[in-house]
């Protein structure tokens, strides 16, 4: 069994889909929980879900392309909880479909902005509270395509492919310091990305996809977040700068 009892867990993207599932995980787990989002309704909205069963919450708008705004954040969640034993650097953006000569720098730095140096940033100042602590664990989220090619979601794939480099280099740093740095790589998931695929008249291409998956179905997010709640809790204390993917199959043909 899973605990993350008296844990004090940092979420980003929390608001929705696949952060907001992992939040009520860590929450049902016995964590303390920061949910950290940059749209204020929907952080505001997922905290007080949480908070009405009976869960304790914090949160906190935070849009992690910006560093002074990462910086507040863990100042204030250390200020609120007295340290952070957990964090999930999951918020996350899709790139602009377009091929490579297509591609725009502005939709480039958007993309890498959030996906990767987002990452980045989360992690700098979590690992600054987590070795004062002696402690620690952080997931970030990468995807499967982090490690496949993606036609025309090359923006996407590099940030994602980034995230892994990251986390391996962070991992060899802070092995020895008691702070454990891993990767999480969902599939296909049903999160209101994937909604928007559909909306976005992309449901062909998608289930075109789902037909390669081996379980021939969607992820759903707790099937993350479970995944998620597992690297951070002690249970997996040998699990260091790992790349778990978690995709029904998908990658492996
Ligand atoms: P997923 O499939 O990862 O669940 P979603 O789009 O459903 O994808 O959720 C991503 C979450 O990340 C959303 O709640 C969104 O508001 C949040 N998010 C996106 N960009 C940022 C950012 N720059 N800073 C903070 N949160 C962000």
């Avoid at 940059?38 to 992690?64: F, H, P, Q, R």
């Avoid at 962070?170 to 990767?183: D, F, K, M, P």
């Amino acid at each position: 069994m899973t605990t993350m009892k008296n844990k004090v867990a940092l979420i980003t993207g929390a608001g929705q889909g696949i952060g907001f599932s992992t939040a009520k995980i860590f929450a049902e787990a016995g964590a303390i929980v920061v949910l950290a989002d940059w749209d204020e309704n929907l952080v505001n909205a997922a905290a007080k879900k949480l908070s009405d069963e009976g869960y304790k919450t914090l949160a906190i708008v935070c849009d992690v392309s910006d560093d002074a705004q990462v910086q507040a954040m863990i100042e204030e969640t250390v200020a609120a909880f007295g340290r952070l034993d957990a964090a999930f650097n999951n918020a996350g953006v899709q790139n602009d479909l377009a091929d490579a000569a297509d591609q725009t720098r502005e939709d480039f730095d958007r993309v890498t902005g959030i996906n990767l140096r987002g990452v980045w940033s989360c992690m700098k100042y979590e690992l600054q509270q987590m070795r004062k602590q002696g402690s620690g664990a952080i997931v970030n989220c990468s995807s499967i395509g982090g490690i496949l090619g993606g036609a025309q979601r090359g923006t996407y794939h590099a940030a994602k492919h980034g995230v892994i480099g990251l986390t391996k280099s962070a991992a060899l740093e802070y092995a020895l310091q008691g702070i454990r740095i891993n990767t999480i790589c969902p599939g296909l998931i049903h999160t209101p990305m994937a909604d928007k695929m559909i909306e976005g008249g992309q449901k062909e291409a998608l289930d075109a996809m789902l037909e390669t998956v081996p379980v021939k179905r969607l992820g759903r997010p707790e099937e993350i977040g479970n995944a998620v709640a597992w690297l951070c809790s002690d249970a997996a204390s040998l699990i260091v700068g790992h790349t778990l993917v978690v995709d029904g199959g998908y990658s492996i043909q």
